[in-house]
């Protein structure tokens, strides 16, 4: 390997310098700055792998060994399904503190559209056929650890927020159609353990003709799941595939629209919800790639959060590129690269 990265050092050398003899014999001799950017540009300088090292979106360092980046992936998947039990919790309390059927808040879309009721179930299927095209992205991704642990880490975030904002003020059921279960009127361990485990297994979709437990409303779950999904496959796939990145956010909103046409959320939890799962989302990608800097703002030094952020994110310098190589593969030889995909910033 090390014979291989001289020799490509030597040709690219070489390539270079008969580059720059070219054009030193040509009439831009007394502007040597557009020499170097020339004979820069045009002649790439690429690694043993075959990557641009002159491409800024390409310069991605993993410091972190596999056992590090597997103890990251393990913590934030752990914080994710903490968070999710805290939901469930959360939800128990709120169920039984409902306020009466008969009393929905003013919405202009609930007021205004009839109720279906069979809309809700099929905004439960996409959301599964949403997850399941970014766990197949995630795995087929060449850091996929770094990938899990993002997600991991947002929605862990996005549903601690959730389980605090369902406890603190809660709404009226958007329609008395919807069958909720009837209160406990004994909220005791059982109670909260057996309602909590069900939420949990449920995995927070709401299947019709069910009873459910009420009052997770703002902000609405079903809308992170199918947001999150969007902005994974647009971040993380190439920007040549523009149209893709256009249907899965015209699925998204299709899914969304079916949650309200079932009158399951109020708008103001679909507006909500989608706001601070893409400004999280955009925010935690735009401070992941510069890491250290960050490090040497002193006002961040009292910001609670910053050390976790810091314990996911250090050891990573630049952009994750969009970079994909067949999974499971122990064969070095094999383990190459099977697509590689550059995009501008």
Same mark, same amino acid.
């Given at each position: 390997?090390?014979?291989?990265?001289?020799?490509?050092?030597?040709?690219?050398?070489?390539?270079?310098?008969?580059?720059?003899?070219?054009?030193?014999?040509?009439?831009?001799?007394?502007?040597?700055?557009?020499?170097?950017?020339?004979?820069?540009?045009?002649?790439?300088?690429?690694?043993?792998?075959?990557?641009?090292?002159?491409?800024?979106?390409?310069?991605?360092?993993?410091?972190?060994?596999?056992?590090?980046?597997?103890?990251?992936?393990?913590?934030?998947?752990?914080?994710?399904?903490?968070?999710?039990?805290?939901?469930?919790?959360?939800?128990?309390?709120?169920?039984?503190?409902?306020?009466?059927?008969?009393?929905?808040?003013?919405?202009?879309?609930?007021?205004?559209?009839?109720?279906?009721?069979?809309?809700?179930?099929?905004?439960?299927?996409?959301?599964?056929?949403? @997850? &399941?095209?970014?766990?197949?992205? *995630?795995?087929?991704? %060449?850091?996929?650890?770094?990938?899990?642990?993002? +997600?991991?880490? /947002?929605?862990?975030?996005?549903?601690?927020?959730?389980?605090?904002?369902?406890?603190?003020?809660?709404?009226?059921?958007?329609?008395?159609?919807?069958?909720?279960?009837?209160?406990?009127?004994?909220?005791?361990?059982?109670?909260?353990?057996?309602?909590?485990?069900?939420?949990?297994?449920?995995?927070?979709?709401?299947?019709?003709?069910?009873?459910?437990?009420?009052?997770?409303?703002?902000?609405?779950?079903?809308?992170?799941?199918?947001?999150?999904?969007?902005?994974?496959?647009?971040?993380?796939?190439?920007?040549?595939?523009?149209?893709?990145?256009?249907?899965?956010?015209?699925?998204?909103?299709?899914?969304?629209?079916?949650?309200?046409?079932?009158?399951?959320?109020?708008?103001?939890?679909? @507006? &909500?919800?989608?706001?601070?799962? *893409?400004?999280?989302? %955009?925010?935690?990608?735009?401070?992941?790639?510069? +890491?250290?800097? /960050?490090?040497?703002?002193?006002?961040?030094?009292?910001?609670?959060?910053?050390?976790?952020?810091?314990?996911?994110?250090?050891?990573?310098?630049?952009?994750?590129?969009?970079?994909?190589?067949?999974?499971?593969?122990?064969?070095?030889?094999?383990?190459?690269?099977?697509?590689?995909?550059?995009?501008?910033?």
């Amino acid at each position: 390997m090390q014979v291989e990265t001289e020799i490509v050092k030597v040709e690219m050398a070489a390539r270079k310098m008969k580059l720059v003899s070219i054009i030193l014999r040509r009439s831009d001799v007394n502007k040597p700055e557009k020499v170097a950017a020339m004979s820069s540009e045009t002649v790439p300088m690429l690694d043993v792998n075959g990557v641009n090292v002159n491409d800024v979106n390409e310069l991605f360092v993993n410091k972190d060994t596999l056992k590090q980046n597997c103890l990251k992936t393990a913590s934030a998947f752990v914080f994710l399904v903490l968070s999710f039990v805290l939901t469930g919790v959360s939800l128990v309390f709120t169920h039984e503190r409902l306020p009466h059927r008969d009393r929905r808040l003013p919405d202009v879309f609930l007021d205004n559209v009839e109720r279906r009721g069979w809309g809700i179930s099929v905004a439960d299927v996409m959301i599964i056929v949403a @997850v &399941v095209s970014c766990l197949l992205l *995630v795995i087929a991704h %060449r850091h996929r650890l770094i990938l899990l642990r993002r +997600v991991f880490l /947002l929605m862990a975030l996005l549903y601690l927020l959730r389980a605090l904002t369902i406890f603190v003020t809660v709404l009226p059921i958007p329609d008395a159609q919807l069958n909720c279960l009837p209160p406990a009127n004994n909220t005791n361990a059982t109670t909260i353990v057996t309602r909590s485990f069900t939420f949990i297994l449920s995995g927070g979709l709401t299947l019709e003709g069910n009873s459910i437990l009420c009052g997770d409303y703002f902000y609405s779950g079903h809308t992170v799941i199918l947001t999150m999904a969007a902005l994974v496959i647009q971040e993380y796939t190439p920007q040549s595939w523009f149209w893709v990145h256009i249907a899965a956010w015209l699925y998204a909103f299709v899914a969304m629209f079916l949650i309200l046409l079932a009158h399951n959320h109020y708008t103001l939890d679909i @507006v &909500v919800a989608y706001y601070i799962t *893409v400004n999280l989302f %955009r925010t935690y990608h735009a401070m992941a790639e510069d +890491v250290e800097k /960050l490090k040497t703002i002193p006002l961040l030094d009292h910001v609670i959060w910053f050390p976790v952020f810091y314990y996911f994110e250090s050891n990573l310098v630049g952009r994750v590129p969009r970079r994909y190589q067949w999974p499971f593969i122990t064969d070095q030889s094999t383990k190459q690269v099977t697509t590689s995909l550059h995009h501008p910033v």
